[in-house]
């Protein structure tokens, strides 16, 4: 009895054990499955069906760049923690370094990426600027009523959900200038399209940053990214002064290397405009500037451009048609929020454009979220699903094989679209929401894996 009694618990130890030993692997895989984004996990629920997977490139930089010394002058960069070199802001003739050529992921002219210089903070700007965004009520008085109001506070308390890597920084750093440069530029992105009001004239929770633009085509120099124009709506904007934005922006900054320009398939280089809250002029106005018989044409002059109009719903399709625009965009990173922004209409929307010599560039974004500013806006919320919404948005644009494909966005924060490094934080208040269990440049990865598999796909459409 005695022996069978000692067997018995033999047994059951060894079975305990095993058993522990089991779940132990078990969640070791589990762990090394999700540490991956770019694995077969990350589907398509929506149907759409992802491309055939490529490797990931390993040549992305990870370095922290919280560690660049800020100063006004002259910005020290290292690069990888193997070299340095002095750079001058305000240098219009900054060379590419071969260095950062061999370690960065190539540019890519078709992935145009909306970019905001609005951000401010004491040190550079004497005061905090969008960071310490309102909340926004409702329209409806007793819906508003439910919410709470006032203003963020930072550095702790910002106005957004998420927290950034640079933490409250101001867009005129030269140092966050750098890093955001070089985090698209790591992203394999192309182009920026820079949120531009014109000179004296801002959002009504900014100020000016016109005269930020040429620090921002230098940096973009350097790192052989080409910067165009998200032209934002302002009082009475109309024909004639929009004539007079697109003047003012091609005397000034039309000779800069970094300054974009799209190849046309009739073989001209042409500046290109995104115009935002297009649809809120009427066609008949902008007929007078981009119909070749308008009133205020800019058609056949020095001044000429592709003009791509933002769409949001169906019937502002023919009237981008009837405007005179070269294009459309859909700009909102909320899958159904808007028609445009909706995946399942993008093939009506590129086959419309296709038969009216129209360009179609979806915005495809990682997720939305503006509770921040927003409290009561909490049914247009996309969760991120660890990178999944990202691909799936980007497998939709994929499928209709369009010419450019636009990201909302590098750092808009208030509205958590950005893939800009993020950051884990909690303070008394608030949790931010962070990328666990992925790194802070998990959506820089995305990003330029699907530039890849763009390159890839589109070799087979020009077959």
Known sequence: ILNYDIMA???????????????????????????????????????????????QQTVLLDNKQNSLNRVQGDTVTRVGNLHSMAVNTMKASMPPVNKLEEELSLPNYNF?????SWFGNPQFDGKYIHWNHPLLP???????????????????????????????????????IEAHMKQMRSASTGVIVLSWYPPGMADENGEPTDDLVPVILDYAHKYNLKVTFHIEPYKDRDDRSMYHNVKYIIDKYGGHPAFYR?????????????????????PEIWANLLTV??????????????????????????????????????YF???????????????????????NNLMFIPSVGPG????????????????????????????????????????????EWHEGTQIEKAVPKRTGQVVYLDYKPHKPNVYLELTQKWSEKYRKEQEQWLM
Not at 142 to 160: F, L, M, Q, S, T
Not at 266 to 280: A, C, E, I, N
Request: glycine share 6%; charged share 20%.
């Open 293 to 330: 018989s308008g009133s205020q044409t800019i058609r056949n002059t020095p001044y000429d451009a592709l003009f791509i109009a933002l769409l949001v719903e169906e019937k502002h399709k023919h009237d981008i048609h009837r405007s005179g625009f070269d294009g459309m965009y859909t």
């Open 138 to 176: 409702h329209w409806d008085p007793k819906i508003a009523n439910n919410y709470p109001k006032g203003r963020h506070n930072p550095p702790e308390d910002i106005g957004a959900n998420f927290y950034p890597e640079l933490g409250s920084y101001s867009s005129k750093d030269p140092s966050v």
């Open 9 to 55: 618990r033999f047994r059951r130890r060894t079975c305990i054990i095993l058993l522990l030993f089991i779940l132990f692997i078990c969640s070791i895989m589990m762990a090394l499955k999700t540490l991956r984004p770019d694995r077969a996990g990350f589907g398509d629920p929506f149907g759409l069906g992802l491309l055939p997977e490529l490797q």
């Open 368 to 411: 939305y979220i503006d509770t921040s500013i927003r409290p009561w806006n909490n049914h247009n919320t996309r969760n991120r699903v660890n990178g999944k919404y990202y691909e799936t948005a980007f497998s939709a644009a994929l499928l209709v094989r369009p010419e450019i494909i636009s990201i909302t966005s590098f750092n």
């Open 262 to 282: 799209h190849k046309t398939s009739t073989g001209r280089f042409l500046p290109m405009f995104y115009v935002y809250d297009s649809y809120v002029t009427i």
């Open 112 to 116: 145009h990426i909306f970019y905001y």
């Open 333 to 355: 990173a909320t899958n159904g929020f808007s028609y445009g922004s909706s995946h399942h209409n993008w093939a009506s929307l590129k086959a419309f454009c296709d038969s």
